[in-house]
RNA sequence: GGGCCGCUAGCUCAACUGGCUAGAGCACUUGACUCUUAAUCAAUAGGUUCCGGGUUCGAGUCCCGGGCGGCCUACCA
């Protein structure tokens, strides 16, 4: 906050100006009699000294009516506000959870009970008293000291239905997390999953880094970027489309296990799985394969299960999801062949599979070979029906212009994507470290995208310059993070595990 | 992108095929109350019915345009 930055009307005016709306304006002069009855109503700072869980852990089963001699501070958010005549109950929510305070006319000086009835739901305030619990049993603290924390000018919604209102939940976050349990559970378990990835990769002796969201070039995957504008410079760029290729460049240079959780930017539409910008881990280790990496996503996964479930069978909406190792591991072309009639491979005329890619609804290009083909069909037939954690193997060369060929066979590479419920969960492969072979690749993407094509990997020199140094060989990973919070909080839209999930400005 | 649906008080929701001054609960304000648990009771107040046009004696309701969102669908993770 710079000083000039005065608020106005324009900044308060956005449909509940605060002077103007009888709901606001009793709050701002509630807020006007806290500072005339020489008190700060934003005071700084308070030494709270027990959470609402500290009392609760402390004095957990009490008769009614009980007293205790322990005196506590405590301070929260006004959630329920119960008055009477000479006693107020204010129910109050901290970040652990809610305790009633209990304030009689009798125990406190008359300007204090004012102040103390006076106050509102959705005030932040601390309190000081005795634990004890009422005649009806309810643990309390009995209220001797009381000091507003923050005037709530607003309103908070219903106390009984809440905000459910999925686009004002989203627009106005901090509303759905004052009142939602719910939005803060998962807000605080996608924090856990994270940390707990983080763990995993350190311990197996990676080092995290953090490599550039702005690009000459955005490559590494297939998509459309944001494009931008150095002014300095002089130079369109772009947001990063994934961390791959610089995260490569890093194994040439020798640092051989690293990975990086970073935010990825692609420009393309929104829906319940996809926000524009959205959380990738990636991993490279030199001299690992892909064999190495499914081993060990399939290890990571189910220590993240384990660690948010307790078990390494996670519910997730109607299903019973297992992260027991091994995975199921098929091949692309197996799981094709297992969904069609007839029987496929990539030596399959190209008009016999254009014909069946076309019969199971995929939009064939020109361009398309029996690669793309197979992939598209895949997609068509196979992908929606696997449930539970299975490494589908083996996807063609022209898909996977970074993917090594696969050591024993034609046509495809030494990838795998773990799908869970018809969707991608993570993407590897053994890299490809070979630079000759590399340019080819892009080559090949550049003639596909002069062919029509739009989602092609762009030739990127200074990566083959790198690749020119000599890449061990390497196994890479990518994990998309959002989609691991929504299987392992139960959610099927991405906006709930994103705080913050891009919106249209009204 | 395409199709369907929605938007009414701060929040959650009503308002029949177009028809009395657009209602209710919670929240707010005022009053009563020393044991509440969504406190209760009483009274008051609160509206650009998303926005802009149109049809009509009359529009929250019907028509046209726009905004925002949801669901389904296609594509990316």
Known sequence: MTDHEEPDDEQLDDGLE???????????????????????????GFEREHTAADVRDRHGELEPGATTGDIVTVAGRIMLHRSFGKLVFLTIEDHTGRIQLFASKGDLDEALFELIEASDVGDWVGATGEVITTRKGELSVRVESFTPLAKGLRPLPDKWHGLSDIETRSRNRYVDLIVNPEARKIAVTRAVIISELRRQFENRGF?????????????????????????????DMYLRIATELHLKRLIVGGLEKVFEIGRIFRNEGIDSTHNPEFTMLESYEALADYNDVMAMVESVFASVAEHIHGSTDVAYQDQIIGFDAPFRRATMLELVNDALVETVSYETPVAELRAIAERVGVKVMGTFGPGKLIAEIFEAVAESKIVQPTFVTEHPIETSPLARRHRDKDHVTERFELIICGSEYANGYSELNDPLDQRGRFEAQARARAGGEDETHPIDEDFLRALEYGMPPTGGLGIGVDRLVMLLTDQTHIREVILFPTLRPI
């Open 207 to 235: 080092i995290e880094v953090e490599t550039p969201v702005l690009l000459a070039e955005a490559g590494g995957a297939l998509a459309k970027p944001f494009e931008t504008h150095h002014n300095a410079l002089g130079l």
């Open 18 to 44: 605060l002077a103007a709306h009888p709901l606001t304006a009793a709050r701002l002069e509630k807020l006007e009699a806290v500072r005339s009855g020489g008190r700060d109503p934003y005071p700084v």
